[in-house]
Protein backbone atom coordinates (compact mmCIF):
# COMPACT_ATOMS: atom_id res chain seq x y z
CA UNK A 1 0.00 0.00 0.00
CA UNK A 2 1.20 3.36 -0.58
CA UNK A 3 -0.23 6.61 0.18
CA UNK A 4 0.29 10.22 -1.38
CA UNK A 5 -0.36 13.37 0.79
CA UNK A 6 -1.01 16.54 -0.62
CA UNK A 7 -2.58 19.67 0.13
CA UNK A 8 -0.38 21.28 2.54
CA UNK A 9 0.62 25.18 2.79
CA UNK A 10 1.28 28.43 4.29
CA UNK A 11 -2.68 29.89 5.22
CA UNK A 12 -3.66 33.00 7.82
CA UNK A 13 -5.31 31.91 11.06
CA UNK A 14 -9.06 31.16 10.52
CA UNK A 15 -8.14 29.77 6.85
CA UNK A 16 -8.97 26.84 5.33
CA UNK A 17 -6.95 23.80 3.50
CA UNK A 18 -8.08 20.68 2.69
CA UNK A 19 -5.66 17.74 2.32
CA UNK A 20 -6.04 14.86 0.67
CA UNK A 21 -4.47 11.54 0.93
CA UNK A 22 -4.50 8.99 -2.66
CA UNK A 23 -4.00 5.41 -1.70
CA UNK A 24 -3.05 2.95 -4.24
CA UNK A 25 -1.96 -1.26 -4.20
CA UNK A 26 -4.86 -2.41 -2.25
CA UNK A 27 -8.47 -2.09 -1.96
CA UNK A 28 -8.95 1.25 -0.34
CA UNK A 29 -12.30 -0.12 1.99
CA UNK A 30 -9.85 -2.86 3.45
CA UNK A 31 -8.58 -0.20 5.79
CA UNK A 32 -9.32 1.84 7.99
CA UNK A 33 -7.63 5.76 7.65
CA UNK A 34 -6.43 8.67 9.90
CA UNK A 35 -4.50 11.67 9.54
CA UNK A 36 -1.19 12.05 12.21
CA UNK A 37 0.38 15.31 12.88
CA UNK A 38 3.60 16.39 14.21
CA UNK A 39 4.32 19.61 15.66
CA UNK A 40 8.56 20.47 15.92
CA UNK A 41 10.04 19.40 19.28
CA UNK A 42 6.12 17.57 20.02
CA UNK A 43 5.09 13.89 19.75
CA UNK A 44 2.75 12.08 17.21
CA UNK A 45 -1.19 13.23 17.58
CA UNK A 46 -3.94 11.63 16.04
CA UNK A 47 -6.24 14.43 14.50
CA UNK A 48 -8.79 12.10 13.01
CA UNK A 49 -9.84 9.01 11.81
CA UNK A 50 -12.22 7.56 9.52
CA UNK A 51 -13.79 4.00 9.82
CA UNK A 52 -13.36 1.70 6.39
CA UNK A 53 -16.91 2.63 4.66
CA UNK A 54 -17.29 6.10 6.43
CA UNK A 55 -19.18 5.00 8.99
CA UNK A 56 -17.50 5.93 12.03
CA UNK A 57 -15.40 8.78 12.35
CA UNK A 58 -13.04 10.03 15.72
CA UNK A 59 -11.74 13.41 15.93
CA UNK A 60 -9.15 14.76 18.55
CA UNK A 61 -10.42 17.23 21.10
CA UNK A 62 -8.42 19.96 19.81
CA UNK A 63 -10.33 20.06 15.90
CA UNK A 64 -13.58 19.43 16.87
CA UNK A 65 -15.90 21.26 15.14
CA UNK A 66 -13.25 22.43 12.85
CA UNK A 67 -11.87 19.98 10.96
CA UNK A 68 -13.75 17.13 8.72
CA UNK A 69 -12.40 13.92 7.81
CA UNK A 70 -13.90 11.60 5.09
CA UNK A 71 -13.34 9.52 2.66
CA UNK A 72 -13.94 8.39 -0.98
CA UNK A 73 -13.47 4.36 -1.70
CA UNK A 74 -14.30 5.08 -5.69
CA UNK A 75 -11.53 7.70 -5.52
CA UNK A 76 -9.19 5.82 -3.28
CA UNK A 77 -8.47 9.16 -1.55
CA UNK A 78 -9.42 10.32 2.34
CA UNK A 79 -9.85 13.93 2.84
CA UNK A 80 -9.32 16.21 6.33
CA UNK A 81 -11.21 19.60 5.58
CA UNK A 82 -9.47 22.01 7.85
CA UNK A 83 -11.57 25.22 8.76
CA UNK A 84 -10.66 27.93 11.45
CA UNK A 85 -6.88 27.04 12.03
CA UNK A 86 -5.26 27.99 14.18
CA UNK A 87 -1.55 28.41 14.38
CA UNK A 88 -0.96 25.71 16.71
CA UNK A 89 -2.35 23.83 14.00
CA UNK A 90 0.91 23.71 12.33
CA UNK A 91 2.35 20.52 12.04
CA UNK A 92 3.59 17.94 9.38
CA UNK A 93 0.30 16.13 8.34
CA UNK A 94 0.54 12.12 7.80
CA UNK A 95 -2.06 10.01 6.65
CA UNK A 96 -1.86 6.30 7.70
CA UNK A 97 -3.99 3.28 6.58
CA UNK A 98 -4.79 0.32 8.95
CA UNK A 99 -5.40 -3.11 8.08
CA UNK A 100 -6.15 -5.57 10.65
CA UNK A 101 -7.81 -3.49 13.58
CA UNK A 102 -11.55 -4.33 13.80
CA UNK A 103 -12.36 -0.90 15.39
CA UNK A 104 -11.19 2.67 14.31
CA UNK A 105 -7.41 3.21 16.27
CA UNK A 106 -6.78 6.23 17.78
CA UNK A 107 -3.29 5.76 18.22
CA UNK A 108 -0.61 5.11 15.97
CA UNK A 109 0.79 1.74 16.80
CA UNK A 110 -1.71 -0.19 14.84
CA UNK A 111 -1.58 1.76 11.63
CA UNK A 112 0.24 -0.23 9.33
CA UNK A 113 1.23 2.37 6.59
CA UNK A 114 2.11 6.10 6.23
CA UNK A 115 2.08 8.98 3.56
CA UNK A 116 5.32 10.81 3.16
CA UNK A 117 4.09 14.25 5.26
CA UNK A 118 2.37 17.48 4.25
CA UNK A 119 3.67 20.19 5.96
CA UNK A 120 1.08 22.73 7.32
CA UNK A 121 1.82 26.62 8.56
CA UNK A 122 -0.84 28.57 10.48
CA UNK A 123 0.32 32.34 10.80
CA UNK A 124 -1.16 34.78 13.36
Known amino acids: VQLQASGGGVVQAGGSLRLSCAASGRTFSDYNMAWFRQAPGQGQQIVAGIGRYGWNTYYADSVKGRFTISRDNAKNTVYLQMNSLKPEDTAVYYC??????????????????WGQGTQVTVSS
Open 96 to 113: AADLSSNSLATFARPYDY
